[in-house]
């Protein structure tokens, strides 16, 4: 049974650099290098705004994977990338990703609250303890600390960070002495309009779901089912509630892989399309990566064997997601497909974030039954190719929600913090 | 002898001033300067002001709200990592078209030393750290210098026919190990207008650089450079000099500062057309490219087959 929700949903759209199909960047709409052309980006930063959405999200990681097929690995810094955009827009959150491994707390404190007062108090830190031997060799480490380490250390990092953006509005020194970090000082930043940058939280790990329940506003959750989000959704509002806040004060918007056209066949065919265009070797490294087991070695025809199924035999040096890896085995366990069926599957389901392919009404429908269903706060849509995804978004599938009474027809509220307070409030649980 | 450009020098407070002021920054953007520090204070031995900003934060306002102004922004390496300086040189340089730079300092003024025995980059907890010296500083330009140089810009392809869109192989690792262990490349590819501008700042000779066979300073900014720094209400010094930083006190505003840049651009200084990239403005050739061979960081991409 569903109750019916009060207020808007929340939308925002998970910008992965020209989309999230490798292939995204073969379009004539696009020139070679418009992974870093300003127009470019300036133009998703006003599209978003033409369709009043709440925010923009930039993942980042200080590595480079192999960009040779795929802009995807590409990155500029996200504080430098959503500043510019900030300058040519004036509603739109923008959520930047940033290491608490790879930084110092001072600094980034220092930088997100520049970025946060210039943007007009748009800005968000979304808090990632970063996976992978490459970026730990950027920093003269040989490898990343174990995954118990790296929360604890995220945990606390934070909680410097947040004491120095107090500092700001107090002019009173932090001093803090823990085992990660001694900071003895205070910020000379100016408070931003919504007084600090709103934190977003994104590991689906019970150390990153238990970080979240204490200090995130926002997250942006990896759950493939709608039972799986709603269990989800209860349990960080949950753990908020456990640390004495209320469960409005943490949004839960998941990821959704998006392929969309005006009939569910056109849908279909732009995602085959894109596909196809992309490079094959990656739905195979991709799955290897996300379940920990080197995928090649799979029988292409036979079903996922046990063992790979089974429970991690080494969590701590996993270098995947747990989120995403509990939320694949799930799926496959459901169906018992084939190696080459699931690859083929996930052209259509998603890859570790669900997937949507059909049209704007449906996925209009879609997104009103997990908000009704008490799955979600809203969703970060993930759009195949952005340069003519976003647009249909904005102007097809934001009517739709409008009219329907699940969405605002104009920006009420101006700051990012503010545009959250605005949304739905949770339904009891 | 050639005619001295000008350049200006903004403290923490102006920067909260000028970004928050339209009809400012569109003054500021039309001026014929050669380039503006944004926030020399946090390295030039200052206390630090009431106020500031972190200077990338600034340079990326100004890369989406203004078209021509150029400008440096100021880092050191107490309190960040080469690697992450680096990123925001790159996406600044690629975001303003070349029209930013980085002054690297060796001390910042508003952040507190990281432990005793690795005052730089130690606060971060990993580890690692250095010294907080010039020596660290230049260790940090060089490789700021490095992972800018780590992905050729020319490397990217887009061929539609072959399915490549980066000729991956022509990136490399860096390998540096000096007051830093950084393996490279960076993550995103040389700015279209070549490396970022590198510059120093050096009140005396004791602040001069140390000097490498790479060396990557080429901008020295304070008394003992060839870009000396002149307070606002005190006269510009006689000839012999490359350019002058007009730079403004924390009790002057940026009014005063540009009225009277304005009046010593039609008085003598050297205007420089405004737009374009930092490093044709400054007449400075292209930086030497990394040495060779480098190590290869990704194999050899082969053109893409459907299945």
Request: glycine content about 10%; cysteine-free.
């Amino acid at each position: 049974m569903t109750n019916r929700r009060s207020g808007h949903v929340l939308l925002g759209i998970n910008v992965l650099v020209l989309g999230y199909l490798p292939a995204a960047w073969k379009t004539p709409l696009l020139k070679k290098d418009s992974f870093v052309d300003p127009d470019y980006w300036s133009s998703l930063g006003k599209t978003a705004e033409r369709g009043t959405l709440d925010a923009l999200f930039l993942a980042d990681g200080p590595l480079l994977g192999d960009p040779a097929y795929d802009a995807n690995p590409i990155r500029l810094e996200p504080t430098v990338n959503w500043g510019q955009v900030a300058a040519a827009t004036s509603r739109v959150g923008l959520v930047a990703t940033a290491s608490s491994t790879f930084n110092d707390p001072f600094e980034l404190a220092e930088r997100f609250l520049s970025w946060d007062h210039q943007t007009g108090g748009r800005a968000a830190w979304n808090v990632v303890t970063t996976r992978g031997v490459p970026a730990a060799r950027n920093f003269g480490l040989p490898d990343i600390p174990f995954r118990d380490d790296r929360y604890e250390r995220a945990s606390e990092f934070v909680d410097v960070v947040r004491a120095l953006w107090e500092s700001a509005a107090t002019s009173d020194d932090v001093h803090h002495h823990g085992e990660f970090f001694n900071v003895d000082g205070r910020l000379r930043v100016p408070p931003s309009k919504q007084g600090r940058p709103v934190i977003f939280q994104a590991g689906g790990s019970p150390q990153g779901r238990a970080l979240a329940g204490r200090v995130a506003e926002g997250v942006f959750a990896a759950e493939l089912t709608k039972n799986q989000a709603i269990e989800h959704y209860r349990l960080v509002k949950g753990f908020a509630r456990d640390n004495g806040r209320s469960p409005d004060d943490i949004k839960i918007l998941p990821g959704l892989l998006l392929s969309l056209g005006s009939t569910e066949e056109e849908a279909r065919r732009r995602s085959d399309e894109l596909h196809d265009a992309g490079p094959s070797s990656y739905s195979i490294g991709w799955l290897s990566q996300a379940i920990g087991y080197d995928a090649s070695k799979l029988e292409l025809d036979e079903p996922f064997p046990e063992d790979v199924l089974g429970p991690l035999k080494d969590p701590q040096s996993f270098l995947g997601s747990i989120g995403f890896r509990e939320s694949i085995v799930a799926q496959i366990r459901k169906t018992n497909p084939t190696v080459r069926e699931y690859l083929k599957q996930t052209r259509y389901t998603g890859s570790g974030h669900a997937g949507f392919v059909g049209t704007p009404e449906q996925l209009a429908d879609h997104i009103e039954d997990w908000f009704h269903g008490g799955a979600i706060d809203g969703f970060n849509l993930q759009p195949d190719r952005l340069i003519d995804g976003l647009a249909v978004i904005v102007d097809e599938l934001v009517p739709i929600l409008r009219r329907r009474g699940l969405y605002r027809h104009e920006y009420e509220t101006e700051t990012l913090r503010e545009h959250f307070r605005a949304a739905s409030p949770t339904p009891p649980f | 002898m050639t005619t001295p450009y000008l350049a200006l020098g903004l403290a923490g407070p102006h920067l909260v001033e000028l970004t928050g002021n339209r009809a400012l920054l569109s003054r500021w953007d039309a001026l014929p300067v050669a380039f503006t520090v944004l926030g020399i204070d946090r390295v030039d031995g200052s206390a630090p002001a009431a106020v500031t900003l972190t200077s990338s934060a600034v340079g990326a306002t100004l890369a989406g709200s203004t078209k021509y102004g150029r400008f440096l922004i100021t880092t050191t390496p107490q309190r960040d990592h080469p690697y992450n300086i680096a990123r925001r040189v790159a996406s600044l340089a690629h975001l303003s078209g070349g029209r930013s730079g980085v002054l690297i300092g060796v001390r910042d003024a508003y952040a507190p030393e990281g432990p005793k025995e690795a005052p730089a980059w130690g606060g971060a907890g990993l580890g690692g750290g250095a010294p907080l010296n010039a020596q660290t500083a230049y260790d940090a330009a060089r490789a700021v210098r490095a992972l800018e140089q780590s992905w050729p810009h020319d490397s990217i392809v887009g061929d539609r026919d072959t399915g490549i869109l980066v000729q991956s192989n022509r990136i490399v690792h860096v390998d540096i190990d000096n007051s830093f262990s950084i393996a490279g490349p960076l993550n995103a590819p040389e700015p279209a207008t070549g490396a970022s501008v590198i510059a120093w700042y050096a009140a005396t000779a004791a602040d001069t650089p140390p000097v490498s066979g790479d060396d990557p300073i080429e901008l020295v900014l304070g008394a003992a450079g060839s870009v000396p720094v002149v307070e606002l209400g005190k006269e510009p010094p006689a000839g012999g000099i490359e350019g002058i930083v007009l730079r403004a006190g924390v009790e002057q505003s940026v009014a005063d500062l540009l009225d009277t840049a304005e009046r010593w651009l039609a008085d003598g200084f050297a205007p420089i057309e405004p737009g374009g990239s930092l490093r044709a403005a400054l007449n400075l050739s292209a930086p030497a490219p990394l040495p060779s061979p480098a190590r290869a960081a990704f194999p050899a991409p082969k053109p893409h087959v459907s299945l």
